[in-house]
């Protein structure tokens, strides 16, 4: 038994395609239905404590379970930190942050009174662990989520293990939004060391490997998805010869 915040679009969609396929039983959230979604779908605002904790008992009324916890719902639109209103960057870290520690929270709940226990998967971002120029709450909030794993993988075990999953670039049905057109993708994908941006799936495998039972000892730990990470500004300006 899955639930995947945010779990009907890009990234989101990425991973409930990867859980279902491997036959779980999957469960998404978002503020807002998507039509023809596969998934059982509850409407749901995870900055709302009150909204969120409905949700987890809706899932555990109708499965009498909930195994596994992805903490996929996030985001931020690009402002400039010097045009950022308080309300504006507070709700950005609700919705990157405190929303996350919410569904965590209730989880926990639920998992520690289970013979098994359970699983939650962080999805967190580079943009925690280098500058992200337009979006300082949302880069701020992603260095919190790891973070927040790691302590919470110490104060909720041996029942419930928590790590996270650092996400770089990724191509998804929005990707012209962030990243401009097809040949912006490409040329930005010259700079992956594996020579793409990732897909959904690539993302959707590597949570699904830290939920399962290949990964029964993994816990506190932050995973970076990122194919290789960004090289060096000054390797393509350097004339040094480095080998």
């Known amino acids: 038994m899955v639930l995947v915040t945010g779990g009907v679009r890009g990234v989101g969609a990425g991973i409930s395609a990867v859980f279902a396929g491997q036959g779980a039983t999957v469960v998404t959230c978002a503020r807002r239905p998507v039509e023809g979604s596969p998934y059982e779908f509850h409407p749901c605002d995870v900055r709302d404590d009150e909204s969120v904790a409905a949700l987890i008992a809706a899932i555990v009324e109708r499965h009498g379970r909930l195994d596994v916890v992805v903490n996929n719902a996030g985001g931020s639109p690009y402002v400039p930190a010097a045009d950022a209103s308080a309300k504006f960057s507070a709700k950005i870290v609700e919705l990157n942050l405190l929303g996350p520690l919410s569904v965590a929270q209730h989880a926990n709940t639920v998992m520690q009174k289970q013979g098994a226990g359970g699983s939650i998967v962080n999805i967190s971002s580079v943009s925690g662990y280098r500058p992200t120029p337009g979006t300082a709450a949302y880069g ?6 790891d973070n927040l794993t790691k302590t919470l993988a110490v104060e909720w075990a041996p029942k419930v293990r928590v790590n996270s999953v650092v996400v770089g670039m990724v191509e998804t ?71």
């Open 173 to 243: 049905e929005q990707s012209e939004l962030f990243y401009g057109d097809a040949d912006s993708i490409a040329a930005i994908s010259k700079n992956v060391p594996l020579g793409r941006l990732a897909k959904p799936h690539d993302v959707g495998w590597a949570t699904a490997f830290l939920a399962s039972e290949a990964a029964s000892y993994i816990s506190g730990a932050s995973l970076e998805v990122h194919g290789g990470g960004e090289p060096p500004h000054y390797l393509s300006t350097t004339t040094a010869d480095i080998k």
């Open 140 to 145: 701020a909030a992603k260095a919190g989520i």
